[in-house]
């Protein structure tokens, strides 16, 4: 045990492995890599084989030659889409006024995952409750509208959801609006 931390870290699974480390790379790493990479973790060489093989049966990696292994991008995935944090304030674009907004009363709550999925992808792309039902956020990113569609959908967006551009709110509700969100911070949080 390590003398400066009474902690022991929890060994990671070895499916959990080989994807962070294909995912970090970016590109094909040969087995070999990824062997000794498992052994350091204290994984032997069946379990690193074994979950290479369930990788790339569920398509989440794909073979690249012989004994080679390279995550596979596919759409704006959950793992680009954390992985990519740091690059989404290059993306944002002048502020018009307009907001984007998801109405999703529709949605059923009885299906817990799809739920989960729902709200982690508006969580994601920075919405926030205006309403019971209503959800906002500034329409600022490029791709507007048709992009956040897109991007929304493949995070796990329900189909029951209405996602639209918003804009005209009374003054009341404007000033909510813009308090959903504490900008001093997210900047101060951006720039660490």
Request: net charge positive; charged share 25%.
């Amino acid at each position: 045990m390590d003398k400066s931390c009474n902690v022991v870290p929890p060994r990671p699974s070895g499916p959990d492995l080989m994807l962070d480390l294909l995912v970090a790379r970016g590109k094909a790493l040969p087995a070999s890599a990824l062997l000794r990479a498992g052994a350091l973790l204290g994984l032997g060489e069946t379990t690193v084989r074994v979950s290479l093989t369930r990788l790339v049966a569920q398509g989440k990696i794909a073979r690249r030659g012989r004994g080679s292994y390279q995550a596979l991008a596919r759409g704006p995935s959950l793992s680009r889409t954390v992985d990519g944090w740091r690059l989404r304030e290059s993306q944002r674009v002048a502020w018009q006024g307009r907001w984007l907004a998801v109405h999703d009363a529709a949605v059923p709550r009885s299906d817990k995952t799809r739920w989960r999925r729902h709200q982690l992808a508006l969580g994601l792309r920075g919405f926030a409750p205006l309403e019971q039902g209503l959800l906002v956020r500034p329409d600022n990113l490029g791709g507007g509208l048709a992009g956040q569609r897109a991007e929304l959908g493949a995070l796990g967006l329900s189909d029951s959801a209405l996602l639209f551009q918003a804009a005209g709110f009374d003054e009341a509700t404007l000033a909510r609006a813009r308090a959903l969100w504490d900008v001093r911070a997210l900047q101060a949080a951006h720039r660490h």
